[in-house]
């Protein structure tokens, strides 16, 4: 079923630097790039999203930059923060409603 | 307004047992859609409802099943328990669909022994 790449696995950054995981799609149906963020013991969270006629959305600290010629979407964190330190899934949806996730990008941020 | 909220939040079966699953959605939603979330596969579709309809289906076998109420909560069941369905149950809903804001539930934890 997978049809959304996700990198890296795990992530490592300072407090106060950059984090930035990366999404790469097959299925050019695709209409819809969310991100979630999940906490241990909880659901996904909404993060973030953006649809393809658009090249980069900021809300916050959060930034998705899109590439539609590319396939590919990714994740900025700016000013990262302990409390970023959580798991982020990238995911793709369709018309017909199908949504993949990514495999997760696993996030520390050290304090 | 009330999330996503599903119950129960833990529970544990003996292989062969039967369970189901319940979900209501957020109020004005019409559109549900479960997952399985385990660490080796991730977050896999298992189904999508919509106005007491099944509109899309994942790649699970038959014994995973699921059905709409007229107030659009949703329970999803599963018969014949394995091992291997030991996982986070997630539920998700959204106004429209699954291509539009979606928010997940608590999730339940399934565990077979």
């Known amino acids: 079923q997978q049809q959304v790449k996700q990198s890296p696995q795990s992530l490592i950054v300072q407090k106060g630097g950059i984090s930035i995981i990366n999404c790469a799609y097959e299925?050019?149906?695709?209409?819809?790039f969310p991100w979630y963020q999940q906490f241990p013991g909880k659901g996904p969270a909404l993060l973030i999203a953006i649809r393809p006629d658009v090249s980069e959305k900021k809300e916050g600290r959060f930034t998705i930059s899109f590439n539609k010629s590319a396939k590919q979407f990714s994740l900025h964190i700016m000013d990262s923060q302990p409390g970023d330190s959580a798991t982020y899934f990238c995911?793709?949806?369709?018309?017909?409603?199908?949504?993949?996730f990514g495999a997760g990008t696993r996030l520390t941020v050290k304090p | 307004k009330a999330g996503v909220t599903q119950t129960p939040r833990y529970l544990i079966k003996t292989r062969g047992q039967q369970v189901t699953l319940s979900c209501s959605p957020i109020?004005?939603?019409?559109?549900v859609s479960w997952y399985q979330q385990t660490p080796g596969q991730g977050l896999q579709f298992l189904f999508e409802?919509?106005?007491?309809?099944?509109?899309n289906k994942g790649n699970f076998p038959g014994r995973f099943s699921g059905r709409q109420f007229s107030n659009s909560r949703s329970e999803m069941n599963v018969s014949t328990l394995e091992l291997g369905d030991s996982a986070l149950y997630l539920c998700?809903?959204?106004?429209?669909?699954?291509?539009?804001?979606?928010?997940f539930g608590q999730g339940t934890r399934l565990t077979v022994v």
């Open positions: 299925n050019t149906a695709f209409d819809y």
């Open positions: 109020s004005g939603h019409r559109s």
């Open positions: 998700a809903s959204s106004p429209v669909g699954m291509n539009t804001e979606a928010f």
């Open positions: 995911a793709a949806s369709r018309a017909d409603n199908d949504m993949r």
């Open positions: 409802y919509f106005s007491e309809t099944q509109r």
